[in-house]
Every structure is written in structure tokens, then in C-alpha cells.
């Protein structure tokens, strides 16, 4: 079979540009949607790592600030216990109320006191003699520093103050603590005149010892 063109070769070459004008279009149209998204996903990619990146700077932000508030609560909470158990040791050595009272029921009438105080007045503290449980500790966390517990080396003296308007009522006040039996000793350190002969009064100032 013979196919005849009658178009006149102007057109038949118009319609071969428009084909190959149509054909290269959709060849640049393809690579350009190629090329396209591969950068749109690496943009998008990078996009996503910044984010990433800021989140974690803020996380480590956050986990140093944690940290420290751990550090100052966990000393905090050291210190705390450390002087409650101090108070503890202290307490547990003396009955503190009925050695007042003792005293004071052995106080004469004209004696009045000023001051009493344990000798040394902070007792030091001894060596480190057991350490309590730890609490559970939180995954990936640091674990908080062990509180040591100390002994405490209870003063073994009384430092006692106070002025009696008659010279005897300071030995007096001596002779009755040591009639107690309390005391491994009761020393009158010092007793001295103050004031003019009338209206003198006697400062008077004793250790008692266990």
C-alpha cells in the first residue's frame, strides 16, 4: 500500500519542529521533576537535622541545669541529715531536762544562775561509723553522694555560772551536786566579791563532770 502526503513539505516540517519541541519539553520536564526531588528531600533532611540539633542542645541544657540542682539538693539533704544525727548522738547521751532540774533543786535560795553550758560548747566529731542505705537510683543518672554518719564525742563537762548574794551559798550549792551522785566531780573554780560590801553579791562559776 503506497500513503501519499499531499501537505506541502513547510507544513510537514512546522509539524516535525512542534514534535521534537513537544518531545525535548517533556524530556527537560521529566529531569527537571528528577532533579527536583531528590534536592527537596535532602532540603527537607536538613531541615530535620537542625530541629534535631536544636532539641538536643536543649536537652543537654536542661540535663546540666538537672544535674547541678541534683548536686545543691543532694549536699543540702547531706547536711541536713549529718545535723540531725548530730542532735540525735547529743540527746542520747544526757537526760538533759532531769539534769536541769537536778540542778536546780540543788540550787540554794540566794543563788541564782546566769549561764550553763557544755565544755566544749560544739562537741568534735568522731569517725565515720556507718552509712544509711542509698536511695534508688534513677537510670542514667548520677548516683548521689552517701551522707556519712558520724559519732559524736558528748562533752564530759558542765560549765555552770551564776551569783549568790552570801559567800557560802556557792559551797553549798557545791557540796548538794556532789551529794547527788550524779557528777564524777564538781569544782568550784571561782567565787569573787562584785560590787560595793552592801549590796556586793558573789559571781560564782563551777565545772561538773562525768
Known amino acids: 500500500m503506497v500513503t501519499l502526503n499531499l501537505l506541502p513539505e513547510s507544513v510537514q516540517a512546522a509539524q516535525a519542529r512542534r514534535r521534537h519541541v513537544k518531545r525535548w519539553a517533556l524530556i527537560l520536564a521529566a529531569a527537571t521533576v528528577a532533579g527536583t526531588v531528590p534536592a527537596g528531600a535532602h532540603w527537607m533532611q536538613h531541615l530535620q537535622i ?10 543537654q541544657s536542661d540535663l546540666a541545669a538537672a544535674r547541678v540542682e541534683l ?15 548530730r542532735a540525735k548522738a547529743l540527746r542520747s547521751k544526757r537526760a538533759w531536762s532531769g539534769m536541769l ?14 549561764s550553763i553550758a557544755t565544755d ?3 562537741p568534735p566529731a568522731g569517725p565515720v561509723v556507718r552509712s544509711p542505705l542509698p536511695p534508688a537510683a534513677t537510670p542514667g543518672a548520677a548516683a548521689p ?34 551529794e547527788s551522785q550524779v557528777f564524777r ?26
Request: hydrophobic share 40%; proline share 6%.
Open 71 to 85: 548536686r545543691t539538693a543532694t549536699a543540702e539533704a547531706n547536711d541536713a541529715f549529718l545535723r540531725l544525727e
Open 120 to 122: 566544749p560548747e560544739v
Open 50 to 59: 537542625e530541629e534535631l540539633g536544636a532539641q538536643s542542645e536543649k536537652l
Open 145 to 178: 553522694e552517701k551522707p556519712a554518719v558520724v559519732t559524736i564525742e558528748a562533752p564530759r563537762k558542765l560549765r555552770i555560772s551564776g551569783e549568790a548574794l552570801d559567800s557560802a551559798d556557792p559551797l553549798s550549792f557545791v557540796a548538794k551536786l556532789k
Open 185 to 210: 566531780d564538781v569544782i568550784l573554780e571561782r567565787s569573787l566579791r562584785e560590787g560595793p560590801e552592801q549590796e556586793s553579791q558573789f559571781r560564782f562559776e563551777l565545772i561538773c563532770e562525768w
Open 101 to 114: 532540774a537536778l540542778i536546780g533543786s540543788c540550787l540554794p535560795k540566794q543563788c541564782w544562775l546566769t
